[in-house]
């Protein structure tokens, strides 16, 4: 039983009571004043102090039942503050998903154009590359045939090996 429920109970009786305090009150202080009085007057107290019992019992109900009603109309709220609580959870849960598939989604598509550009660049340095290899191929070959400038053609040569090597690691890394 929720507090609030508690509350109003305790009120509903607590309102019976201050109807039933008055009647009681008055009975006590009639039996004192007319215990002389005889039969009559005595029977006529225990009518008033059965009809003011009734009417304070009837508080205490009618107090009990407000309180009651009271406290059902709190669960009600409390149940419909629930639901609009859990209604506020799920739409912020559905927010932030759509904020993180959105982010998901631009970091994939980032992923995939770098990728597409690392094999573009892997052909291209593999292109450079074989190109390299040919020329390094026909210097060789006019090595061979050379009679002159032949320290010119190795160093050449040399140089163009460097670079490939450099272009060789790039592609590898």
Known sequence: MGLAKK???VGGCTIGGIILAPAVATIATSTLICTGAGAALSAAEAILFASSTAIG???????AAAGGAISASQDIKEKKDEVKLDTARREGYNAASAIYEEKFKKQADAF???????KENTLEYQSLI??????????????????????NLIQLINYMKEKMAELEG???S
């Open 57 to 63: 019992a009837a508080g205490a109900v009618t107090g």
């Open 130 to 151: 074989n190109d390299m290899q040919n020329y390094i191929s026909t210097l060789e070959e006019e090595l061979k045939t050379a009679t002159s400038d032949k320290d």
């Open 7 to 9: 509350i109003a109970i």
């Open 112 to 118: 995939f154009h770098k990728e597409k550009s690392f």
């Open 170 to 172: 790039l592609k590898n």
